[in-house]
């Protein structure tokens, strides 16, 4: 019986473990930029379900103003977004101002701002993204409301959206 490793066996160990190097740094390599992509897409999911949530917010207010008879209208401040508009958490619920943008959005509309791990409006750094909120009146008590979330990643555009229909549900009380 021989002992020790011939000098082909050695290369060819050197080969295998080489080549299994290389398609690990190969993965790592395509992985890295796919995970800051994840990242960017569960951040603009979040921003469009809290642009629907805000509208929510507002509409459970009027409807609690309403049942403790100090409102008019469960729809009171929503019904002005038929084309798009940009709101953040910053709002006051008693009278949250909406902010209507005029002509093409992914162009014209404004960047949310990064401000202590929160988007706004109001101060912050520039963050990737771009969020309009549109609401529709379906009828007397029913409102459509569809966020979409524009962004741009490694060059190519990207969105996602988040609808929701809104119920007056004072009326089932």
């Not at 690990?24 to 890295?32: C, Q, Y």
């Not at 569960?42 to 509409?59: C, P, S």
């Not at 524009?150 to 009380?173: C, F, H, P, R």
């Amino acid at each position: 019986m021989q002992k020790g490793f011939t000098i082909i066996e050695v290369l060819f160990a050197i080969f295998i473990l080489a080549l299994g190097v290389t398609g690990v740094f190969a993965l790592v390599e395509r992985i890295i930029p796919a995970s800051a992509t994840a990242n960017s897409h569960l951040t603009a999911v979040y921003l469009a379900q809290e642009g629907n949530d805000i509208v929510r917010n507002i509409r459970d207010t009027n409807l609690l103003h309403l049942h403790k008879g100090i409102g008019a209208d469960w729809k009171e401040n929503l019904t002005s977004c038929a084309l798009g508009c940009e709101i953040d958490h910053t709002y006051d619920a008693e009278s949250p101002a909406f902010v209507d943008f005029q002509g093409d959005f992914e162009t014209n509309g404004r960047f949310l701002l990064l401000n202590s791990d929160f988007y706004d409006y109001v101060s912050g750094t520039a963050s990737i993204y771009k969020r309009k909120i549109i609401i529709t009146d379906v009828d007397a008590d029913t409102l459509e409301v569809e966020t979409t979330v524009w962004w741009k990643d490694q060059g190519k555009s990207k969105q996602v959206q988040a609808t929701s229909e809104m119920y007056n549900w004072l009326q089932e009380i």
